[in-house]
């Protein structure tokens, strides 16, 4: 199967920061970990620094990643930037960096036949930040919806999504749900029978509907598609 | 809530190897990681050495995670003792270390009210070659549902169960059944409403039938629950 479509990405990046959320990171990352036993993929781990990066947030209960590479020293030639969300990002001066790396390197990924930003849960707030999502349709997590505007006032945001794409951003709602867009991203780009064999390797049934958002209702969301 | 329980756990640790599957690992923590945000809760994270444990087997994608403890320089009174699986316990002799380790710990675990030892996917097959899931009931992951036998021929193996409970042993499905497992967990020792809340940050909508696994129906095992 690999390299048969010439326009399949090769280049993965996922970019942490402080009290980033995990599974928000290791969802989308575990399917590709799956992905790349069949396609030529690497992955650069993006950090402030080349210090371990941990997602502790307000406890002594975490786990810190490793990065590969910095936003000051970022890899050549990235495909797909995966940005996480957490409780990291609502601190608003520590994350400007993050926000200023996503501004630099988006018209690279824009201008590519296979270049594509990710987001999940609240990292479509750092997305919003950088204006990479102006005039776009874009979801975030639904547990802290009424941010969004304050995060990003140009972005039309849907709130009962459990992903969104629009052209080559896709942007996820809270934490889990990045697995299910990581799953639609893979049938998208490599088919669904790959995407299949990922999910039945995982034992995860996802949510195959992006307009289908049980936690939109749950937080008693009003409709919002603009 | 915290402390309203003298027997909840506090002291937690994950044993990690090279090429453990990410969201055996992350989807439990991802919970525990919220969880710890209300009660007191500390994580060790246990690995062959301090060096950074990666999750790459035969790609060249992967992340590093790093260890605070090595299995021969363990953190002091565990209360819980979560496994992952992965592609890496396929290596016997590799994993023979930490095989010990869970044969040398597991009776501290057992002799506490609040001890536990969870594993997801074939993390239970570590813990059947370390013995300690002699004639216990107890499952794992789908997809290599043949080598039960092999690793555990004293174990009654549960073909169609997402997650098992045997005394202090939770044992897990295929790496997705891990988020379940432990968000069951979180119920049982913590509360319905504590792990109803942590579901819904995280977005997820638990299955909540152990006894359900479409997995084992998907791979066609025949039914078993010896």
């Known amino acids: ?11 993965f990046g996922i970019l942490l920061f402080p009290a980033f959320q995990a599974l928000d990171a290791f969802g989308p ?14 992955l650069s781990i993006i950090g402030p620094t080349l210090d371990p990066i941990s997602t502790k947030h307000s406890s002594n209960f975490g786990e810190s990643i490793v990065p590969t590479h910095t936003i000051s020293d970022p890899p050549q ?6 940005v996480p969300g957490g409780l990291g990002v609502r601190d608003f001066e520590g994350t400007t ?11 690279s990924l824009a201008q590519k036949p296979n270049g594509y930003l990710i987001t999940v849960c609240t990292g479509s707030w750092l997305a919003a930040r950088a204006g990479v999502l102006d005039n776009k349709f874009a979801t975030s997590n639904k547990s ?12 039309k945001w849907v709130s009962h999504a459990r992903w969104v794409v629009d052209e080559n951003i896709w942007t996820g709602s809270g934490v889990a749900a990045g697995i299910d867009l990581t799953l639609a991203f893979i049938e998208k780009v490599y088919g669904a029978e790959t995407a299949n064999d990922i999910s039945r390797i995982m034992e995860y049934m996802p949510h195959k509907d992006a307009n ?3 936690f939109a209702d749950l937080y008693k969301l009003e ?3 603009c």
Chains 1, 2 share one sequence.
């Open 1 to 11: 199967m690999a390299g048969s479509n010439d326009n399949l990405p090769v280049n």
């Open 29 to 42: 990352l575990d399917a590709l970990n799956i992905l790349s036993m069949n396609f030529p993929m690497n």
């Open 77 to 82: 030639d990235l495909d797909v930037l995966l």
């Open 97 to 107: 960096p993050i926000v200023d790396f996503i501004r630099t390197i988006y018209p």
């Open 144 to 155: 802290a919806w009424y941010k969004r505007k304050i995060v990003g006032p140009k972005v």
């Open 212 to 214: 289908h958002d049980p």
């Open 223 to 225: 409709r919002e598609n």
